[in-house]
């Protein structure tokens, strides 16, 4: 079994009694739901931090559209010929 570290926090009230609820529902403990929580919220973080990262990298590359050509593009959606997209 992998070693653990019990982590601490207050909630407030109406978000712990969600939990708990859902819980119940899924015929799970209250521990299982935070931990599943948790670990999807850091993996959300960690692929917001790599596409981040991957963005700034095409910006020290040049790779960038300029703002006119994206908002002219955008204008155009709600016409009858909408530009194709900027590249």
Do not use: F, Y
């Amino acid at each position: 079994m992998a070693a653990t570290k019990v982590l601490t926090a207050h909630v407030p009230m109406e978000l712990a009694d969600k939990v708990d609820q859902m819980a119940a529902k899924m015929e799970r403990s209250r521990g299982w739901i935070v931990k599943q929580a948790l670990a999807d919220w850091v993996d959300l973080e960690e692929e917001r931090s790599r596409l981040t990262r991957e963005a700034m990298a095409d910006v020290d590359a040049g790779r960038v559209i300029d703002h006119q050509s994206v908002q002219a593009w955008a204008e155009s959606l709600s016409t009858e010929n909408p530009l194709p997209v900027p590249r």
